[in-house]
């Protein structure tokens, strides 16, 4: 273990990243904050947390910006799973860098966990934490050597450049977006201010400090970030009707969240009816998704309703 946190044996907290805007999953988005919007009948935020729970988090700082009053709808209690949650609303969007400096005071010195809010993966984080805690690395990004952007230029455990801005070096890795940091990084980001967190990256692979820990096999990821790979990715799980719901209609493969009512004559196929919502006598739908609190009608395929 790092000198520096021979004082703590495990990682506590972690930050979630809650603000984007989710405009390619509009008007879903336009409901919910992405990492709101059900995922297998619950908030798509909470598979997160239920991954950091188990990797030892107790702690969950979350930044939020659009449609923020969700939050305290769906936390009403600022706890989940006994896990406290703190939420940090950004007025005006300061990207990743200026989200962790302006949660300066809730990181009180501790080394944190960073993770955007709305993948789904069975990536083993707990290794992650045990690497970065282990190591003399200011950040260490988990990252692996497949996918559409590899950006990463690694020798060994260390990253030596970012899409080629330190000594022009070839990416073979993509960042996952999950990574761990010491608070020593936030010397390295002005405070508020609107800054990608990849300046700070780059000054620690001059110091030989930003580590890689490398992502074996080919875990679990879902990119929940376009409709079609919502409701993709929501119906190869085994769809769930909430038992709150009254169903007086026909679901065939269909997620329904609770409190949701399916009228007599109605149809619903491949489709994720979010909490709450109706479908009226005799409609007909296949590969929607119904959001909205006004009752769906009529006959749709592949509409967001």
Request: hydrophobic residues 40%.
């Amino acid at each position: 273990m790092s000198a520096r946190y021979q004082h703590c044996s495990r990682m506590r907290k972690a930050f979630l990243l809650g603000a984007g805007l989710g405009t390619r999953l509009k008007p879903l988005t336009d409901t919910l904050p992405k990492p709101l919007i059900p995922f297998a009948n619950r908030p798509l935020i909470t598979h997160v947390m239920d991954h950091c729970i188990a990797a030892g988090i107790t702690d969950f700082a979350i930044n939020t910006h659009h449609l923020a009053e969700a939050w305290d709808v769906a936390f009403p209690d600022g706890t989940y799973r006994g896990a406290s949650l703190s939420f940090f609303h950004e007025p005006v969007l300061l990207e990743t860098g200026g989200g962790i400096k302006n949660i300066e005071e809730w990181i009180n010195g501790d080394p944190i966990l960073v993770y955007n809010g709305d993948i789904i993966t069975d990536l083993p984080i707990d290794r992650l934490i045990t690497g970065h805690m282990g190591s003399n690395n200011t950040a260490t990004l988990a990252v692996q050597p497949h996918g559409p952007a590899l950006h990463l230029a690694i020798e060994g455990r260390r990253i030596t450049d970012i899409h080629g801005k330190v000594a022009e070096l070839t990416g073979t890795h993509q960042f996952t977006g999950i990574y761990c940091i010491d608070p020593e990084i936030l010397d390295l980001i002005p405070a508020g201010e609107k800054i990608s967190v990849i300046p700070a990256f780059l000054e620690l692979i001059k110091r030989n400090e930003l580590g890689a820990y490398l992502v074996k096999g080919e875990p679990r990821w879902l990119d929940l970030g376009t409709r079609e790979a919502y409701l993709k990715a929501s119906l190869e799980m085994t769809p769930e009707i909430h038992p709150t719901a009254q169903i007086d209609g026909t679901v065939t493969n269909s997620w329904v969240g609770g409190n949701c009512r399916i009228e007599e004559g109605a149809t619903v196929e491949n489709c994720i009816l979010w909490p709450g919502t109706t479908v009226l006598r005799d409609a007909q739908l296949t590969n929607c998704i119904v959001h909205s609190t006004s009752p769906a009608s009529g006959r749709h395929l592949d509409a967001d309703l």
